[in-house]
């Protein structure tokens, strides 16, 4: 039960930060992707590729190093629960 309250205060969370947060040209250039598809799987969402490449013009040259933390994220998402 505990589990499933923390996925979801997770869930939320981050449904609200991806709504909300829009990026920046210079965050979109800068941001560290590795770290922010981790982010995003340790949260337990799907990854949020088309929502990037919305905000971020030219998002498809990082596609690879998001997907890449993704799957990590992910795999660490997946010992937690």
Not at 11 to 28: D, F, I, N, P, Q
Not at 40 to 65: H, I, T, W
């Amino acid at each position: 039960m505990v589990n499933q309250a923390r996925r979801l205060a997770r869930l939320m969370a981050c449904a609200l930060l991806c709504g909300c947060a829009a990026m920046s040209e210079s965050e979109c250039s800068s941001a560290n992707w590795f770290q922010i598809g981790k982010r995003d799987a340790r949260m337990g969402v799907r990854p949020q590729l088309a929502n990037y490449a919305r905000q971020c013009a030219g998002f498809n040259a990082f596609e690879k190093e998001y997907l890449e933390g993704w799957q990590l994220g992910y795999w660490e998402f997946s010992e937690m629960m």
